[in-house]
């Protein structure tokens, strides 16, 4: 900064200039007490307070300004101008206005300083109107309407800026450079691109970079894109020597262009800047180029770029780093951040902080958060920003550490809307229902006014924790404040439907759904057929299915669902074609989908085509892959489903599950004891269904010493209370092996009263071992349970048969008729290159019946012949 001279800061000595004045004033008997300095002095004096402006060092500023008035040197035009200029720099409105008001005549300069103070500050835009109307018009210069252009742009004042032009036209300011560029500049922002700025565009008479600047900007910003391509290449062929400014509104939008346009468009300005050297040499433009890659994914390029740039910026270093975290290549932005963080000349600010947490929360690594959380705590300017203090919070509830996320929120001094709706949306995924309403009453305590994410947040935890109550008073407020966004966003509506949907309350959901008639989207439609489905409303489904304009792949996949469950089995499978013939690809969530369709069908080409299709697919997902073992066992190809456990190398609870299951099924429980032990030797926790599939594998193969242990070691080592179907197992257990006074025993001992699936088994065992006193015990505890349960009548009928108990027999066939009870039909099926075949009992209807029964019956003719043939041998 420029020193001052001392005659500033104390009384000046007498220079020869003075010294003679005062000789003459003596000769003409008058001396001079206050000599006046000469203009290099006042210039010197206007030279340090445009150094204050220009470092907004307001301090020393009003110390000069302090000294000129002690001096008399703030009546001097000069001084005046630049003391405003200094206020008006630094914003300091208050004192702008107290110097403008003391000027008598204030010139087209004085106004524009003034202007220009009141227009950087964005508060007082009214004002700077009102100041411009007030001006005569030897008061406007061109750069008046520079100034006051971007005004009317800020206050959305189209008629305010077309009164400006025709205000320019009468001033005969049109022809002027700077005026032009920054009308077509405000009617480009103001959407009016192809009339007005256009018109002035082609109206100036000079053209400088800024004015091609303004229409490729303005272009750009309205969404022109190919008309931008086409005004930056006339630009070039014009010969307008291009800037800085110039590429770095060309490139961000080159990747915005379908198909590989927007690459060659990039490549075709990064070879026109090579060939520029003062442009290729410029840190801006070669940073613009950086962050094109990125977006462009093309990081191989980006980073040659970044490595061969001899001067890199802060920007450089965030636009690589953002380019990482955007790209997926987060460990990569945080190596760049270390490499950053170890340099002496820049240092990271909180864009770069912002970024590098970013990647953490998506890696989870909550290690390196951790040490730049150590880093902000020893930059005190770190602290300060509201962002960063967000951004931790962000940090930490993604990787689950909600203490620290709380303790980052408490520890923001200035807390905006956005900290407050992330500490609620991190309470509410880790379901702390109490708390969350505890900080949602602190919000509204300190005066914070809820928006429409925070209402979304209270929803779905309201879904969640199904708290009908919560959801209700969320929607209630919203309603009162007015948070629904009228005809722009339905986010709100939606969450309102899955909520009200996911607690039953179909009605409630049906009627925003109507509501939103006007701005419904996918997700709205998705919302519905969701709870449609859940709640076994499958024709309402269906019809909002077929009204949908728009499909995404959750719609299709919750249709085949839908088909799936309600046992349409071939509609299901037509609509697994249908999507895929409307260019939709399923994912694994489809797959899983119809999965239990092919093994309901029994269709092993049905699932090997669904596997074939995951694997060139390249699905990983580990539940899809149980769901195929699942499927292949319970359609007989038991080896496949092995093959498949056998190969996967991560297996979880689902995968074990599964493969007991499917080896239980075939029989084979030997195999299913050594997985189940083998997930124990590995460190797995068993659950319900395990246990449950282990225990009907023991019973299938009379392991019952080993069923016993595991059903044992439910609660002497895993602290778990046995379920009824476990219970019924046991009994299933003992009873199958001929220990039937065993397994009634341990129903009477059952600490809970037992259903009729325990009695159930016991009473086929009755039957299996002719044991007529016992099933006729159980058969009373059945019947009185289910007394219409046909099946109990069944067994208990071939159980007095088979001890030729006729007597007996009559009076639970009275029992039967009585209560008009009817056998099910039973049914049996077969796929046959790749069709199905059902047949049920008594049904004559399938096409190649004769030829079937003709086959069964030299099959049956076979059989007797054979064993007739044994019977003679022996």
Known sequence: MIQPKRFLFARPYPTRQTQHKTEISNNNKFKTQNPEPDMADYQIFAANLKSCAANYNIKLGKCLHSNAIKLGLHSCLLISKSLLNMYAKCKIITDCHLLY??????????????????????????????????????????????????????????RLGRSVHCHVIKMGLESDTLVGNALVSMYMKMGCVLGDAYKVFDEMSERDVVSWNAVVAGLMENGLVFEAFGMFKEMIKDGVQVNYATIANVLPVCGLVEGGCGYRFGEEIHCY??????????????NSLVGYYSKSKRMKEAELLFR????????????????????????????????LNSLNSTKPDS????????????LQNLQAGRQIHSYIIHHPSLCDVTSVGNSLLNFYSKCGDIISAFHSFSLIHKKDLISWNSILDALAVGRFVNDFIWQLHVMFKEGVKPDSITMVTVIQLGADAFQLRMIKEAHGFSLRFNLFPGDRDPTLGNALIDAYARCGKMDYASKIFESLSGIRNVVTCNSLISGYVNSGFHDDALSIFKNMVERDLTTWNLMVRAYAENGYFHQAIDLFVDLQSHGTKPDSLTIMGILPVATQMASIQMVNQCHGYAVRSCFQDVQLKGAF??????CGNINSACKLFESTRYKDLVMYTSMVGGYAIHGMGEEALQIYYKMIENGGKPDHVIITSILSACSHMGLVHEGLKIFNSLKEVYRIKPTMEQYACVVDLLARNGR?????????????????NV??????????YHDVEMGSVVADHLLKMEANNMGNYVVMSNIYAAKDKWKEVLEIRRLMKMGNLKKAAGCSWIEVDGRKSVFIAADTSHPLRINIVSVLCNLDKQVKDQFELWITDS
């Not at 006074?741 to 259903?755: G, H, K, L, Q």
């Not at 009695?759 to 299996?768: E, I, M, S, T, V």
Request: net charge neutral.
């Open 101 to 158: 008001n003391q000027i008598t005549h204030p010139d087209t300069v004085i106004s524009n300083i003034m202007l220009s103070g009141l227009s950087a500050t964005r508060v007082h835009d009214a004002e700077v109107i009102k100041m411009y109307n007030a001006l005569t018009c030897f008061k406007v210069s061109s750069v008046t309407v520079a100034i006051v252009i971007p005004v009317c742009v800020r206050l959305k004042g189209l």
């Open 629 to 634: 073992l699942d499927a292949y066992s319970k």
């Open 740 to 756: 039937i006074n065993d397994a009634y025993s341990f129903i009477t001992s059952m600490p809970v009263e037992p259903t009729a």
């Open 308 to 339: 061969r740039m001899d001067l890199r910026d802060l920007v450089s270093w965030n636009s690589m780093i953002a380019g990482y975290t955007s790209n997926g290549e987060w460990l990569k932005g945080l190596d760049l951040f270390q490499e």
């Open 759 to 768: 009695w159930g088994p016991l009473l086929g065992a009755c039957k299996n």
């Open 273 to 286: 800047v090579m060939r520029r050297e003062e442009l290729f040499c410029n840190v801006s433009v070669v």
């Open 351 to 362: 864009i770069t902080i912002l970024t590098v947490l970013s990647a953490c929360a998506s």
